[in-house]
């Protein structure tokens, strides 16, 4: 059984940086798409930022030059690179595997806060 294990957030003062790491268990194959959203408290769920199947990025414009997705193929890792955090950047960070045949995957799901 395949599982998302995310890296642990934390709390930020505005303007710093966190990275947020998300490793698959198992294998994956025919990944479609891998990213990230978001749920602020009292918000619905955001889609921040991912790759698709050929490889392009893309990201909510809320948080372009700001945030960077990045993927280690080798190691079925995606990594959420965010800079100049904000304080309506918190929330709870979840990754996303979409696969060709497996389904969907998420992960736990990790809180971050930034606040001075």
């Known amino acids: 059984q395949v599982q998302l294990v995310e890296s642990a957030g934390g709390l930020v003062q505005p303007g710093g940086s966190l990275r947020l790491s998300c490793a698959a268990s198992?294998?994956?194959?025919?990944?479609?798409?891998m990213g990230w959203y978001r749920q602020a408290p009292g918000k619905q769920r955001e889609w921040v930022a991912g790759?698709?199947?050929?490889?392009?990025?893309s990201y909510v414009d809320s948080v372009k030059g700001r945030f960077t997705i990045s993927k280690d193929n080798a190691k079925n890792t995606v990594y959420l690179q965010m800079n100049s955090l904000k304080p309506e950047d918190t929330a709870v960070y979840y990754c996303?595997?979409?696969?060709?045949?497996?389904?969907?995957?998420w992960g736990q799901g990790t809180q971050v806060t930034v606040s001075s």
């Open positions: 198992g294998s994956i194959s025919f990944i479609n798409a």
């Open positions: 996303y595997f979409f696969t060709a045949f497996a389904g969907q995957f």
């Open positions: 790759f698709l199947r050929g490889g392009q990025t």
